[in-house]
């Protein structure tokens, strides 16, 4: 299972060309609201340092690819067509929209800041992120009177029964109870108010499918306005979609040699190489993020992914048919052994006896805290 992450936005702020730059896919991008009638889902990926070079052999890796000793790690990217204002009561197809939202891990808002205007840029966060708290928190209180009613009369505990509502978005249960732990609410279900499940939508995407702004359009603004905009509203990353896809194309092309700034360029006329040049110097601009850095952002800061690598073989890191490292599952900090074999199989998790570390040989118990990059062989009964 990889990570998923959603791009909303208002219409024509760039979300199409934002999706065409980080995946492999292109989608279809117009200068005119609604170019986009339908989710388009790509692939992108964010990297690591793979382990495969502690024993001297290449990995096979099943999903992804390795490259030099970086392992890249597969990101699903779904674009979501542009919410406009009442998008969570069905304006524009907004219900259809969000939907596609449900079961994402983070969520970057894409915002065009070229007018340059924080008022502007404010309002818009404003928009868009109480559309999703509306339609998130209408979907957690449809049919409350019947659920708390029901979950009371069985004697439930509040966390179990907010479980079984909030499965419908895949919220993990630590996360839920995390969110209890940290936020205020009655412990009654049946007192609960509109308000309190607006209030859960709203912890829901802080804790549970967090959201980054992407401030799209950046190229079109001075360096000036760029650091009044991020000293406004610390928690917008500038980017500029259309000069990422016209190096991503370029990579394609054989004109330069990277996508990473400080890109060669090899070939191409006197205009592109004019352009590509004016475009890498953008790139240094203070402030400035590239989208697979804000995307690397998004796995490690945001959702606190680490990687772990199961294998049959805790001697040669191998699955049962030689195949070197051939899984990378991304797993949450916090996450222990047993968590890992119920990932790798619910079978393999309920028949769980212990597991081994294939750096040490050291035998780990089920509550054994994963570390990033760790190599875990699970032995169980099943």
Not at 70 to 77: A, L, N, S, Y
Not at 359 to 364: S, V, Y
């Amino acid at each position: 299972m990889s990570v998923k992450i959603g791009l909303v936005g208002e219409p024509n702020v760039g979300k199409s060309t934002f999706f065409s730059a980080a995946t492999q896919n292109e989608a279809e991008i117009g200068d005119f609201p609604f170019t986009t009638v339908k989710p388009n889902l790509g692939m992108t990926f964010f990297t690591v340092r793979c382990p495969d070079s502690e024993i001297g052999s290449h990995c096979n890796p099943r999903e992804g690819y390795c490259e030099n000793g970086i392992r890249h790690i597969p990101v699903q990217v779904i674009d979501v067509p542009g919410l406009i204002e009442g998008a969570s009561e069905g304006r524009g197809m907004g219900n259809e929209f969000l939907d596609a939202v449900r079961d994402v891990d983070a969520i970057v808002l894409i915002i065009d800041i070229s007018s340059g205007s924080i008022e502007n840029i404010k309002n818009s966060i404003n928009l868009v992120m109480n559309e999703i708290k509306k339609w998130f928190a209408d979907r957690i209180y449809s049919d409350w009177d019947h659920f708390s009613r029901r979950s009371e009369a069985a004697g439930e505990r509040r966390e179990i029964a907010l479980r079984k509502k909030l499965s419908l978005f895949g919220i993990p249960e630590k996360k839920i109870s995390e969110i209890l732990e940290t936020e205020f609410f009655p412990a009654r279900l049946s007192i609960w108010t509109m308000e309190d499940a607006y209030n859960l939508a709203s912890a829901i995407l802080k804790y549970a499918k967090p959201v980054v702004y992407a401030g799209n359009k950046g190229d079109r603004v001075d360096a000036e306005t760029i650091r009044k905009i991020i000293e406004a509203i610390p928690d917008m990353y500038v980017v500029s979609a259309e000069y990422e896809l016209a190096v991503k194309r370029a990579r394609n092309a054989g004109i330069i040699d990277s996508v990473l700034t400080g890109f060669k360029i090899t070939g191409g006329n006197q205009r592109q190489r004019e352009a590509l040049e004016m475009i890498d110097r953008w790139f240094r601009t203070p402030g400035v993020v590239r989208i697979h850095d804000l995307v690397e952002k998004v796995v490690k800061n945001l959702l606190h992914y680490i990687v772990v690598y199961p294998v049959y073989d805790e001697n040669k890191w191998t699955d049962k048919a030689g195949n070197i490292l051939p899984d990378a599952y991304v797993m949450i900090e916090g996450s222990t052994a047993l968590d890992l074999a119920f990932r790798v199989h619910t079978d393999i998790g309920e028949g769980f006896i212990r597991a081994i570390n294939g750096r040490t040989k050291m035998i780990l118990g089920r509550d054994y805290v994963l570390k990033d990059s760790d190599v875990i062989k699970i032995i169980s009964k099943k």
